[in-house]
């Protein structure tokens, strides 16, 4: 291909074709081969999204491009980032109230037109393609993958389905099943997988772009075979018994109640799948009406919640080299996920088997997190146990992962104080001991703060990053900045008695210690939980956590708060005691062999205010963490309940669900609560200064 032209960004270069100019958000040009090239480059942003402005730009290009035919088109971005993240999630909620409808027939007509576009169709994408992006993708003839491409439909997290074609594109293209688990489950297709399963038609380096781009306006690059089984799901009798199959999956993991969009695509694919035309139709009016859904509503929510702590987390930590003090569970799920994000870490203890261990612990979390050989062995190479503590010296942070015991602590940082550099942070990972009287025994108090991270670390996103007295606001920024390095949220709070996530879980967790001294099964209790919303029941979540913690943490509370939660059941305390501490000994309240439990109880007998008395105890410690202001604002609350534990993301978060149920109907519900049950229940004072 001649006279084209290598756009380069930073150190990179991108195939955009000959000379561009820029037309709205396209970057538009022919190359001397007469192939015309549509580079998305959305200005002011470092990502593309799919707008009406992006879709109507685009249709112009189009009617230029069937007036004046070119040998081809190829779309693809000029943004480093990726291709597309998606739709602009932003303008959803004005689409509900303003004909989401036409909006929706506007953007198919576009991607419709480009699909009927009397010449080869070209995208190429590097990075994600993701919702619309992806779909803009699949309206094209051919798709060339750069090496480290992806796709993938997220709409379902959002309480969507595909809206721009893609319910009956990607069926059409590659296995009808594999099409719907995509679009069920919002996982991702790498690459590889994309390639095998017929996403994608050829895979290259990105300085092979325009080899590939000519190979495929000649029509010599082979296109994908469905094969028979996607022939046998046009017969209705075929489709309807698997469609069966994806609503009793569907529904163990996402209640048609709770979630309607998975259910409503299983309907679309099962009625329509065998016309198009009915099934484009069906799409926009379902897209529409989901749109309006309260899930779909409470699930963007949580989506902007998200965007807001990423927001939090921008900017350069200065942190290259990370030690960690204590090779527990915990210590090494930081250390290991530090080091898979790049940092240099150093991994130190007082005993040296813990240390022996951590490497292959480290190596296991790797494995989960789906690293390659290459990928695994630099994380294993940045990560260095260190029995003798030289890290420490070398250290821009130094996160303390010690046991929950002031004395131990204090000695470490005594210890700490002649081995740090000038300049370096030191954080702890506390879950219950105050901030503000560590900080006491540190030497240089504006670098001391918590940094609270949740166990899986390699799972749950959230970290609290817990402001100590004479913090400073740079130490905080950096610390702030530090988990966006490393993949996490970071919320800022201040010190207080198990601050926003323990404060609220611990007297919900000891509520159904109380239930089952009552004589409540386990599994009811954990029942009535998940069929609330959260991810697993109380119980199992004490078990996972660890007994041990759980026990720590409440007896802490206990001594530190003002108002009073649940005694401590004994049954806790004798289960510690004999070892049993959930899943890291395989045996706690549950028997952990045979992995995790997913309790399913007949709910006939259940007692009437079973979800009230395990629910709103959070609710009220929410509202107690803002009158204290722990934390900063409800937003915030919401946001480290839903991403540390899970909490019924559909509903919004616990202050979110407390508004839409009604502040005056949850105050009276907890004063019968109390009435009932004793004073743990009574409503919390900073009821009556809510908004």
């Not at 690459?191 to 010599?220: F, L, N, P, W, Y």
Request: hydrophobic share 40%.
């Amino acid at each position: 291909m001649t006279g084209r032209v290598l756009e380069f960004l930073g150190e990179t270069k991108l195939e955009l074709g000959g000379a561009t100019t820029q037309t709205g958000p396209w970057r538009v040009g022919r190359d001397d081969d007469n192939v015309l090239w549509l580079a998305l480059d959305l200005p002011d942003s470092s990502a593309n999204t799919i707008s009406e402005a992006v879709l109507r730009t685009l249709d112009e290009q189009i009617e230029l491009a069937e007036q004046d035919l070119p040998k081809a088109v190829v779309i693809r971005s000029a943004k480093l980032t990726g291709f597309a993240a998606g739709a602009d999630i932003g303008s959803f909620d004005a689409m509900s109230d303003s004909g989401a409808t036409d909006l929706l027939k506007q953007g198919h007509n576009v991607l419709d037109r480009l699909e009927k576009l009397n010449c080869p169709t070209i995208c190429v994408v590097h990075g994600a393609a993701l919702g619309a992006g992806f779909e803009l993708a699949l309206a094209c003839d051919y798709r060339i993958a750069v090496n480290g491409a992806s796709f993938a439909f997220p709409e379902v997290q959002l309480g969507l389905h595909p809206g721009l074609g893609g319910t009956f594109r990607l069926p059409a293209l590659i296995d009808p099943t594999d099409a719907m688990t995509m679009m069920l489950t919002g996982k991702t297709a790498h690459t590889d997988r994309a390639k095998s399963q017929g996403i994608v038609d050829a895979v290259v380096e990105e300085r092979h772009v325009a080899m590939a781009v000519e190979a495929a306006a000649q029509g010599k690059i082979d296109k994908h075979d469905q094969g028979l089984k996607s022939r046998a799901l046009k017969f209705d009798q075929a489709r309807s018994l698997v469609a069966k199959q994806m609503r009793r999956s569907t529904e163990k993991k996402a209640p048609r109640e709770h979630y309607p969009a998975p259910h409503a695509l299983i309907d679309l694919w099962e009625e329509y799948a065998d016309d198009p035309d009915a099934m484009q139709r069906e799409e926009i009016e379902s897209f529409a009406r989901l749109l309006k859904t309260e899930t779909s509503q409470n699930l963007r929510r949580v989506f902007f919640l998200r965007q807001r702590l990423k927001d939090a987390s921008r900017g350069t930590d200065d942190i290259s080299h990370v030690h960690v003090i204590g090779a527990g569970a915990m210590g090494v799920e930081i250390a290991t996920v530090a080091a898979i994000k790049g940092k240099t870490v150093t991994l130190g203890d007082v005993e040296n088997a813990p240390l022996g261990n951590a490497v292959k612990q480290a190596a296991a979390i790797c494995r989960d997190k789906h690293l390659d050989r290459m990928e695994t062995r630099d994380a294993l190479d940045r990560l260095m146990p260190d029995p003798h503590g030289y890290g420490i010296a070398q250290a821009d942070l130094i996160i303390e992962a010690a046991p929950e015991k002031m004395e131990l602590k204090e000695k470490i940082y005594a210890d700490l104080a002649a081995r740090m550099k000038t300049g370096a942070i030191l954080a702890s990972n506390t879950s219950s001991l105050s901030v503000d009287k560590l900080s006491e025994h540190v030497a240089a108090k504006d670098k001391f703060a918590g940094l609270h991270f949740f166990n899986p670390v390699s799972k749950i996103d959230l970290v609290e990053v817990i402001d100590a007295d004479g913090t400073s606001e740079n130490t905080l920024n950096r610390l702030n900045a530090f988990c966006g390095m490393i993949g996490k949220l970071p919320v800022k709070v201040n010190d207080y008695p198990g601050f926003i996530v323990n404060r609220a879980l611990t007297p919900y967790m000891m509520e159904a210690m109380v239930l089952m001294d009552e004589g409540v099964s386990k599994e009811v209790i954990d029942t009535a939980v998940v069929r609330f919303g959260m991810p697993m029941g109380p119980v199992t979540l004490a078990d996972q956590v660890g007994l041990d913690i759980g026990l720590h943490v409440a007896e802490s509370l206990h001594r530190n708060l003002d108002r009073p939660i649940a005694d401590i059941s004994e049954t806790l305390r004798s289960k510690v005691e004999k070892g049993d501490l959930g899943k890291k000994t395989g045996r706690g309240f549950y028997d952990w062999s045979d992995g995790t439990p997913h309790p399913d109880a007949d709910m006939q007998n259940a007692p009437k205010d079973l979800t009230d008395r395990l629910i709103l105890p959070m609710v009220n410690a929410c509202v107690e963490v803002l009158r204290s202001n722990t934390a900063q604002g409800a937003d915030d609350v919401d946001a480290a309940m839903i991403f540390a534990t899970g909490w019924a993301p559909f509903r919004g978060g616990p202050m979110h669900y407390a508004s839409a149920r009604g502040q005056e109907e949850v105050v009276a519900r907890l004063k019968e609560l109390a009435d009932a049950h004793g004073p743990r229940f009574a409503p919390d004072e900073g009821w009556q200064n809510l908004d």
